[in-house]
């Protein structure tokens, strides 16, 4: 499977006190939920549009990059 020497480097780490690793999800507000739908529903009504050649790719982005920065949602930096 593995050449030997790729054996020999490979280490394994055994993690400790797992429960010491704190993370808190903060619960998105009514507003932000609601932003998220917007974009999403926006999101589905545009691609709509480019699949029935009503609008073509080019106005497709520009209509994209106006609903992220209209609606903020959640990912919108990765999409960018």
């Known amino acids: 499977m593995f050449p030997r020497k790729e054996v020999e480097k ?3 780490t055994k993690l ?3 429960d010491s690793i704190k ?3 903060k619960k998105p507000s009514q507003a932000a ?3 998220e739908h917007d974009y999403l529903v926006a999101e589905n009504l545009t691609k709509k549009l480019l699949e029935r050649g009503l609008i073509n790719q080019s ?3 520009k209509i994209m990059v106006k609903n992220r920065e209209t ?3 959640f990912l919108a930096d990765i999409m960018a």
């Open 33 to 35: 939920i609601k932003n």
């Open 16 to 18: 400790e006190a797992v």
């Open 23 to 25: 993370y808190e999800a």
């Open 10 to 12: 490979m280490r394994v």
């Open 59 to 61: 106005e497709f982005d």
């Open 71 to 73: 609606f903020s949602p």
